[in-house]
């Protein structure tokens, strides 16, 4: 039966990718080092502390951090704030993001941190894409990759390299369903024909696994907030964010002008925004992960 086949998995994850329009790595690296800034104050605000929160609860409840000190690659690491939190609870941290901007954050914050924490650290500007792991002796190096909503979960052949640097442990969050915000959704709507994309969606990996006979764990986390932005900022952010998916061009620069025009008040764009977050956990050996019982 297909759906028990990791090559149906493989061919719809394909073709979801194929429908959207990609850029160059070089265009999407590009794009993460445009973010940094306000990614940075995202993790930073108190619904970013919220999902970081969820996320360490989702690994402690399995006793994931328990045992150490353990050897922890954290997969398109961003500003950090994970492979600190690793870090304080005595973990060493590869903290591997191809955005040098992003490194340059999480060494702002790791020049502010206790010196023994921040010497558990290693940054690295590393593409996972390019990156050969038995090159670089990744090769069942770490007791658990931690990839949080990181885009090196492009397909199934970026996550067997997941699968093949960890010796215990795997993490890897997506998107679940659709995100909102209304001025992206009705961006993409008017340019793409549709609101959101879905090549980024756990459906495809979570299948995947399980259809290759590992126990994933699954833990979804929703979270939504009013947005609040000088209406400038919220071009640019807009801008950045569409980015993502299309080629922004001067009529889609037009589009973003008039959507914030029109929907600003005394000089800012507020907006509910929010996702769901799909967590998936599992043992590269395909044994089932076990409650921790403390
Ligand atoms: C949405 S952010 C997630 C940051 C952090 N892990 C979190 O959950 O808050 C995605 C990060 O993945 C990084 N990234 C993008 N492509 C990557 C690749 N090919 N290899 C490694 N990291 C990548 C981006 O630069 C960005 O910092």
Not at 107 to 133: H, Q, R, T, Y
């Amino acid at each position: 039966m297909k759906l028990f086949e990791p090559k149906f998995w493989e061919n719809e994850w394909e073709k979801a990718i194929q429908s959207t329009n990609n850029k160059t790595s070089e265009e999407k690296i590009e794009m993460w080092n445009s973010r940094a800034d306000n990614f940075d104050k995202n993790v930073s605000s108190s619904s970013g502390q919220e999902r970081l929160k969820e996320t360490i609860n989702f690994l402690d409840k399995y006793g994931v951090l328990d045992q150490g000190p353990k050897t922890i690659l954290d997969l398109g690491c961003g500003p950090g704030h994970y492979a600190i939190e690793f870090a304080r609870r005595g973990h060493k941290v590869y903290a591997m993001d191809p955005a040098e901007k992003m490194i340059d954050k999480l060494n702002e914050k790791l020049g502010n941190e206790n010196k023994e924490v921040a010497n558990k650290i290693i940054p690295l500007v590393d593409d996972w894409f390019k990156l050969d792991i038995e090159e670089k002796g990744y090769n069942q190096k770490f007791d658990l990759v931690f990839a949080s909503m990181c885009p090196a979960i492009h397909d199934a052949k970026n996550l067997q390299k997941v699968i093949d640097a960890s010796k215990k442990y795997c993490f890897i969050s997506r998107f679940a369903g659709e995100k909102f915000r209304k001025s992206i959704s009705y961006l993409l709507e008017k340019h793409l024909g549709r609101q959101d994309v879905s090549h980024m969606d756990i459906i495809y990996p979570l299948n995947w696994l399980y259809s290759k006979g590992y126990k994933p764990e699954l833990h979804f986390d929703s979270w939504s907030r009013l947005h609040k932005q000088p209406k400038e900022e919220a071009k640019n952010e807009i801008q950045q964010m569409l980015g993502m998916f299309l080629t922004v061009d001067d009529e889609v620069k037009n589009d973003i002008e008039d959507y914030v025009e029109k929907h600003q008040e005394e000089g800012y764009l507020t907006e509910e925004k929010g996702a769901t977050a799909g967590m998936v956990l599992f043992d590269t050996e395909g044994k089932c992960i076990k409650y921790n019982k403390k």
